[in-house]
């Protein structure tokens, strides 16, 4: 021991900031959001807060349109630079646009915003009674809001599990929080948020102990990695088995797949409106983007292991949501369980293992994130005295009153059941052959009549709206600012759009290629 | 054959062997104590043993670095920041043990029991690639090198990304504890006022009567008209009727007194 170590030089690690601009422009924003928070006026925050995210959601689109075409590898091969990452970052990256002009709407409660007017007031007390009266509004909502999106255009384009994880970890944090902050029925909030982030805590110690395993077997976290190890390995992989069910667990639980899928209605009911919509559309695209990537490029040697894992995972997963949906009676928790369904369907896409498969089910969450969101803007408008009216009920005789809303959600609700002419037409037909294609046909016909009856219950609630008698005292259809006007007038036209002229989405979702490795 | 296990035994030596069965044994205990325990404190305290015995396996295994993190950070800041938050919220507040679903615990054993034994088959059954903490380290000349190699290089972005965690925990606790002021603070004068414009007493209230016998605080003290000031002895004591008697001297014995007349010495004045 002479006392002195022999220093190897680390290299200088390598980052291409023009490869991962969209992440830092997002990242950068919320840095910049929380400063806001500290130093500008509460009178003039709110202004400056909608100005820095919607300018840095736009920005971070044009960044990502320039990098169009790109196929690399950045940040010392821990991101993933090429066509699929784009374009779950560009869908997500639009819904997240979208999502923030639902949160941004005040003008439907007359008391303001849909959060509380500060989140560590007493529910009903006299402290938040005076503050609602002084018109305060809890405006850290926003850098929450953008590391959210941050972590959700990290999470689908991680190379390697352990920034996946960190991602993962980006995402979901400020999730729990927003989930806890509404306006009204505010123990409900704090229990959804108290449920998700126990829940979420436990899915991510499941994701983070595959990733050991994973790790134990190949000695490295890096996705490519893991698939050369597989190829060189002959027999004997019972920590691959294990690893990979433990990291599907975690990915399975944030898609909202049976039997994880606990949390979704608690969550979806109990969070703020707005934020629901949010979750319900931008998660599940990050998720299944990053079950795709892992599923894909790490396991894609196993895949006759874990193939019928989601087989049987997709078929619950679509019988268990339509089934539960049909007994729902709250508006929340019937999307909710028809986002679980929806989450079996995009569930094909992933087990058709093809390259049709990646691009239909990016499709498909594009197509259903737009309808979902002006789903969600449809239910923050029907209101009583109260707040939301969510009970089925209040519903009966919405399309006498106000024809228009009721139209409008009429249609979001047959692009939710696949009827033709909606974007779910396409959606549907798209993973349905490419799952066919992929040898998944029993699954198929489980999932066409899982369709079946979803059509069932989302025409029951049209019948409800346009045929039962309008109750007495029944809520009304508030008119909205220009926030929601806007984000539902995106989302008619898209599921529109997507239903009648799919083909450029497609083609660009088919020519985002496969996954670079 | 080539087992977990023989794969240990040949590469470990006895040392490490006492170590491992040792300190493996307690964290085991620990973890079970913390689950089985009533008292939060207990499971925190339970808990906090289990992570210095992974740190000692870790030490023993030559990962000397993540050891000591483990004993710093884990047991010596988040568990001891764990055990404050317990304290503030009440040490003597214990969660209901009362099943909402039948049948949950005896499920979730069940379910638990499997999950382990199934872990167990498959790690006890398993080969790993033989490079060790000594392989690792000899790359950058040493094992924080060879960390630092690592975080500052490999996996830079993921350091980055993780202060977008931090800085979300801290906005967190701020919306979920902090309140900010409303009203202006109250100044000396509006405190002035407000005590006056509330009708009670405004200032300090008069101290127990002073008399030749008695000075406790059960004593009322007189106004000028002679009259009792109830408000000279504590609350709780003339909620408890316990006021004292105050011994008063008849007019005429003052007179004898002021006169000079003896024969009223040694007798109490009643």
């Not at chain 1, 704090?190 to 499941?206: D, I």
């Not at chain 1, 990537?293 to 619950?316: C, E, H, K, S, T």
């Not at chain 2, 938050?85 to 499997?114: F, H, K, N, P, Y």
């Amino acid at each position: 021991m002479n006392g002195l170590i022999a220093l190897v030089p680390i290299p200088t690690p390598n980052m291409d900031l023009g490869q991962i601009a969209p992440l830092e422009i997002v990242f950068g924003a919320a840095l910049i959001s929380v400063l806001v928070e500290a130093f500008v006026r509460r009178e003039g925050r709110r202004r400056v807060q909608l100005v820095l995210v919607f300018a840095s959601l736009i920005a971070a689109v044009a960044a990502l349109v320039g990098l169009a075409g790109t196929r690399t590898l950045t940040a010392q091969a821990s991101v993933a630079v090429d066509g699929p990452a784009l374009f779950m970052q560009g869908t997500v990256l639009l819904l997240a646009i979208v999502g923030a002009l639902l949160i941004a709407e005040r003008s439907i409660d007359p008391a303001g915003d849909a959060f509380a007017p500060r989140a560590s007031a007493l529910p009903g007390g006299r402290e938040e009674r005076e503050l609602t009266a002084a018109g305060w509004s809890q405006t850290e909502v926003w850098p929450l809001f953008l590391f959210c999106v941050g972590g959700m255009l990290l999470f689908p384009a991680s190379n390697d599990l352990l920034t996946m994880f960190v991602a993962l970890e980006v995402l979901s944090l400020p999730l729990y929080l927003l989930a806890g902050l509404a306006r009204r029925r505010r123990l409900l909030s704090q229990e959804a948020s108290l449920k998700y982030f126990l829940l979420g805590a436990f899915s991510s110690a499941f994701f983070l102990f595959g990733t050991a395993m994973l790790y134990g077997f190949a000695g490295t976290f890096s996705l490519g990695g893991i698939a050369d190890a597989l190829s060189g390995n002959a027999g004997d992989n019972g920590l691959v088995m294990l690893g990979v069910a433990l990291l599907a667990v975690g990915l399975l639980f944030k898609v909202a797949a049976v039997p994880f899928h606990q949390w979704t209605p608690d969550v979806y009911q109990g969070a703020p409106t707005p934020i629901t919509a949010f979750m319900a559309t931008c998660v599940k695209v990050a998720a299944f983007g990053a079950l795709l990537r892992v599923m894909y490029v790490a396991l894609g040697g196993v895949r006759w292991d874990w193939q019928p894992m989601l087989w049987i995972i997709a078929i619950i997963t679509m019988l268990v949501g339509v089934i539960v949906a049909i007994a729902q009676t709250d508006i929340k928790r019937m999307l909710a369980y028809s986002s679980i369904a929806h989450a079996g369907f995009i569930l094909l896409g992933v087990i058709a293992v093809s390259e049709a498969g990646i691009a239909s089910t990016m499709f498909y969450l594009a197509a259903y994130g737009f309808a979902t969101l002006g789903a969600f803007a449809v239910v923050s408008l029907v209101r009583d005295s109260s707040g939301e009216a969510t009970h089925l009920s209040q519903w009966a005789g919405l399309g006498k009153r106000s024809p228009v809303v009721a139209g409008i959600f009429t249609l979001f609700l047959l692009a939710f059941a696949g009827i033709p002419l909606t974007s779910g037409f396409t959606s549907k037909f798209a993973v349905f052959s490419a799952a066919i294609a992929g040898g998944a046909t029993p699954v198929v016909i489980v999932a066409v009549f899982a369709s079946v009856i979803s059509a069932f219950f989302y025409a029951r609630i049209i019948v409800l709206m346009f045929f039962a008698e309008p109750a007495e005292e029944g809520p009304r259809v508030v008119l909205p600012s220009a926030f929601t006007a806007l984000a539902l007038a995106i989302g008619v036209a898209v599921t529109v759009l997507l239903g009648v002229l799919p083909q450029p989405l497609l083609n660009l979702a088919q020519q985002a290629g496969i996954f670079l490795r | 054959m080539t087992g977990l296990a023989t794969v240990m035994l040949s590469v470990i030596d006895t040392g490490e062997q006492i170590t491992f069965w040792i300190c493996g044994s307690l964290a085991l205990i620990g973890a079970l104590g913390m689950v089985l325990s009533r008292k939060a404190v207990h499971s925190a305290l339970w808990i906090a043993m289990t992570m210095i015995n992974l740190a000692c396996l870790y030490m023993a295994q030559g990962a000397l670095f993540l050891g000591m993190v483990q004993i710093i950070v884990y047991t010596g800041a988040v568990m001891m920041l764990f055990l404050f938050v317990l304290m503030l919220v009440g040490v003597d507040s214990s969660d209901s043990v009362v099943e909402t679903i039948r049948g949950q615990r005896l499920a979730a054993g069940l379910a638990g029991l499997a999950f382990a034994l199934m872990l167990i088959a498959v790690i006890s059954r398993v080969t790993l690639g033989d490079v060790g903490t000594q392989g690792a380290d000899a790359v950058y000349g040493g094992n924080l090198q060879g960390l630092a190699a690592l975080i500052f290089g490999k996996y830079l972005l993921a350091f980055e990304v993780t202060s977008a965690l931090l800085i979300t925990a801290a906005i967190g606790a701020m919306i979920l504890a902090h309140r900010e002021r409303i009203e202006p603070k109250k100044e000396q004068k509006d405190l002035s006022k407000e005590r006056f414009l509330s009708g009670e007493h405004p200032g300090s209230l008069p101290p127990p009567g002073v008399y030749a016998r008695h000075n406790a605080v059960d004593t009322p003290a007189l106004l000028p008209d002679g009259t009792l000031a109830e408000n000279s002895v504590p609350a709780s004591l003339r909620a408890r009727g316990a006021i004292r008697t105050v011994d008063r001297a008849l007019g005429d014995e003052v007179q004898q007194l002021a006169a000079g007349d003896g024969s009223l010495e040694g007798e109490d004045l009643r």
